[in-house]
C-alpha cells in the first residue's frame, strides 16, 4: 500500500535529514524526485498545492521534437527533445501514443529568413513559413532521429491530395507537409506515477503536497497545510523546481539574493471543444497551423473532444491564470480560418484551462523566439540550491537526469542507472491497449468499455486498480455512461495522494477536461470521498463548492454549465 499523509508525516518526524529537498511537485520536481530517489538518495519533495496542479496542468499535451525551435536554431534543443520523445514512446506507451500532424502551406519559399534571423539573435516576429523552410526543417527533423527511428518520416502533399484527405481546410493551399511526433493523454497522471515510482525505489523518500518549506531561525521548517504542522527538516541541498514561482522560492528561502530574475512568464491558454464535425475534418491528425500574427496554433482530436491551442502572452505577475475571452475568441477564429466552411462557437467549449510557461529570462520581442531550453543554476550558500530554469513537458527526464547530476556531484554520490531507460509506472510491462484490455475482460468479466477506460487510464496498473474494485462493496458505474465506477474513486482516494475533491475531479481523473462532470457526479464523487477520508457533511459541502468555483473562475465550466449537463444527462438516461 502507498505511503499516506499521516505515514509521510511520521517518516519525517522520525528522520529529518534528507540528503535532498525538492521544492515543487510539477513535471520537473517530480521528475528529479523520481531520479535521485533510483538513484538510492533519500528525497523529501514539497508540494504548495496538489502535485502537477500549476503549469504542469496546462500543456498543449503534445510530446514533441519542437519543428518550430529550428527557426531559433536551437538544434541541440530540438535533438534531446525528439530523443526524450521516442524515450516516452517506450517508456510511457499507455499515456504517450504517435500523434500524425500536418501543415497546411500557402507559400513555396516565404520564411527563409527566419532561420537566418533566428541565427543571427533576432527576437522579432517570424514571416509566414512556405513549403521549402519547412520542407527543410522537417528534413533535419527526420535526420536527427535517424538512429532507432519509432515513427514515420515525413512526407507531402500535393494540393489536390490535400484536399482529398482534408476537404474542409482553407482554399488556397499550395500543398501540404505531414509529420509524426506525440501526444500525451493524462499528463498529471504520469506525474503521478513518477512519484509511486521514487517511493517504490525504497530509498525512503516522501512527497506530501499541500505543504511549504519554510525558513525559521536559520533552519529549514516544513508546514503542512493540512494539519498545521511544523517539522524541522535537515537538506544537504535544495533543488528550486517551482517553475514560474522559481525566483519568488529563490528570495524567500535565501534572503539577501538580489540576483536578477531567472524566469520569464508566458502565458498559453488551451480550449477543449465538443464540435463532431471538426473531430472529424481532422481525420485523427493534428493541424499545426500559422494564424494571422505568425503565431503556430494547433488543433487535434483528444480523448473524443478537439484539443485547440494555444496562446503566448508574456505576463509581468506570476500568478493563477484562465483563458479570458480575447484568447478565446482568438483560438476560435484561428479554427474558423483553418476550417472556414465549420461552425465554431463558444458554445461548444466544455472546458478551458491557461497556465504560465517558466521560460528562461529574455527581452525578445515575439514571445516565440524565448527559448524552450532548460539549464540549471547552482547558488551557494550554507545549503546549495539548484535552480531549474526553463524546460517543457518533453524533456522533463531530461532536465531531471541534468540536475540530478549536479546533485549527486555535489553531495560526492555516483549516478546508479540512466533513467532513460526505465518504463514509467503503468507503461512497465504494458503488452499494449489491446492485449491488456482483452485479458481483463477473461479475468474478470467485465466490458470492453470498461476494459479499455482502466487500460487507458492505468497501462498495466489496470489489473490491480480491478483487482481492487472486484471485491469492493460496489463497484457500481458513477453514471450510466460512464465506465469510472465507485470502487475505482476509492481506489484513486488510497493510493494517489488525494486531499481534496479537486484532486479527484481536475487532476486523477479526466472527467473535468472532458465536459462530464456535472453536478450530480461531483456530489457523488464527494459522498465517495467523505465515506473514505472521514469528512463531516459541512466539509463535503466546502469541498464541492470549492471545486464548482474553480471550475467557474478558472475553467469556463459555470454552475449552470453543471446544472444543464445534469438536465442533459437525466434525459439521456430516460430515454
Known amino acids: 500500500m502507498p505511503m499516506q499523509r ?3 508525516l511520521d517518516h519525517i518526524r522520525a528522520d529529518a535529514a534528507f540528503d535532498a529537498v525538492v521544492i515543487g511537485g510539477g513535471i520537473n520536481g517530480l521528475g528529479v524526485y523520481r531520479d535521485l530517489s533510483l538513484q538510492g538518495l533519500r528525497v523529501l519533495l514539497v508540494e504548495k498545492n496538489d502535485f502537477c496542479s500549476g503549469c504542469s496542468a496546462a500543456p498543449s499535451r503534445m510530446i514533441h521534437g519542437g519543428l518550430r525551435y529550428l527557426e531559433n536554431g536551437e538544434f541541440a534543443l530540438v535533438r534531446e527533445s525528439l530523443s526524450e520523445r521516442d524515450a516516452l514512446l517506450r517508456n510511457a506507451p499507455h499515456l504517450v501514443r504517435p500523434l500524425p500532424t500536418t501543415v497546411p502551406i500557402v507559400p513555396l519559399v516565404s520564411g527563409m529568413w527566419n532561420a537566418a534571423a533566428g541565427f543571427l539573435g533576432r527576437t522579432g516576429r517570424p514571416t509566414r513559413r512556405g513549403a521549402l523552410p519547412i520542407k527543410l526543417g522537417l528534413s533535419l527533423y527526420d535526420f536527427v532521429s535517424r538512429k532507432g527511428r519509432r515513427l514515420p518520416r515525413h512526407r507531402f502533399n500535393s ?29 498529471e497522471r504520469l506525474g503521478i506515477e513518477l ?43 535544495v533543488v528550486n523546481a517551482a517553475g514560474a514561482w522559481l525566483d519568488e522560492v529563490r528570495r524567500s528561502l535565501f534572503p539577501g539574493e538580489n540576483a536578477p530574475p531567472l524566469v520569464t512568464g508566458t502565458k498559453g491558454s488551451h480550449l477543449i471543444l465538443d464540435n463532431p464535425a471538426l473531430a472529424r475534418a481532422l481525420g485523427g491528425h493534428m493541424m499545426f ?41 482568438y483560438i476560435l477564429d484561428s479554427l474558423r480560418r483553418l476550417f472556414p466552411a465549420i461552425p465554431v462557437d463558444p458554445g461548444q467549449i466544455v472546458f478551458s484551462y491557461s497556465g504560465i510557461r517558466p521560460l528562461p529570462a529574455s527581452d525578445a520581442d515575439f514571445t516565440g523566439r524565448i527559448s524552450r531550453d532548460h539549464d540549471v543554476l547552482r547558488v551557494d550558500g550554507p545549503v546549495p540550491q539548484f535552480c531549474m530554469i526553463g524546460g517543457k513537458w518533453t524533456t522533463f527526464r531530461a532536465f531531471a537526469a541534468q540536475a540530478s547530476d549536479l546533485v549527486l556531484a555535489e553531495i560526492g554520490e555516483r549516478r546508479r542507472l540512466d533513467t532513460g531507460t526505465v518504463p514509467i509506472g503503468g507503461g512497465a510491462g504494458f503488452p499494449g491497449q489491446a492485449e491488456l484490455a482483452r485479458s481483463l475482460q ?24 480491478m483487482t481492487h474494485c472486484a471485491v469492493a462493496k460496489t463497484d457500481a458505474p458513477l453514471a450510466r455512461d460512464l465506465a469510472m465506477t465507485e470502487a475505482e474513486i476509492v481506489w484513486l482516494i488510497r493510493t494517489e495522494r488525494v486531499v481534496h475533491l479537486a484532486d479527484i475531479v481536475l487532476r486523477r481523473t479526466p472527467l473535468a477536461i472532458t465536459g462530464r462532470i456535472d453536478r450530480a457526479l461531483l456530489q457523488g464523487i464527494a459522498a465517495i470521498a467523505a465515506a473514505e477520508l472521514g469528512w463531516s457533511d459541512d466539509r463535503t459541502r466546502r469541498e464541492c463548492n470549492a471545486v464548482t468555483a474553480e471550475l467557474s473562475e478558472f475553467h469556463g465550466v459555470s454552475p449552470q454549465h453543471l446544472d444543464t449537463r445534469n438536465k442533459n444527462r437525466s434525459r439521456t438516461e430516460c430515454a
Open 6 to 8: 499521516g505515514q509521510a
Open 159 to 187: 494540393a489536390r491530395r490535400t484536399r482529398q484527405l482534408w476537404p474542409d481546410l482553407f482554399p488556397g493551399l499550395t500543398c501540404s507537409a505531414t509529420y509524426h511526433d506525440a501526444w500525451i493523454s493524462y499528463p
Open 195 to 237: 512519484l509511486q515510482d521514487a517511493e517504490r525505489a525504497g530509498s525512503g523518500s516522501v512527497a506530501l503536497n499541500y505543504a511549504e518549506l519554510t525558513q525559521k531561525g536559520g533552519s529549514f521548517v516544513l508546514l503542512d497545510h493540512e494539519s498545521d504542522t511544523c517539522l524541522p527538516v535537515s537538506p544537504k541541498v
Open 289 to 329: 497551423f500559422e494564424n494571422v500574427d505568425g503565431r503556430v496554433c494547433i488543433v487535434f482530436p483528444y480523448l473524443g473532444k478537439v484539443l485547440a491551442g494555444s496562446t503566448d502572452i508574456r505576463v509581468s505577475k506570476v500568478t493563477r491564470t484562465r483563458c479570458e475571452p480575447e484568447e478565446r475568441d
Open 442 to 465: 477473461d479475468r474478470f468479466g467485465i466490458s470492453t468499455d470498461r476494459a479499455e477506460h482502466l487500460v487507458d487510464l492505468y497501462g498495466s496498473r489496470a489489473e490491480q486498480v
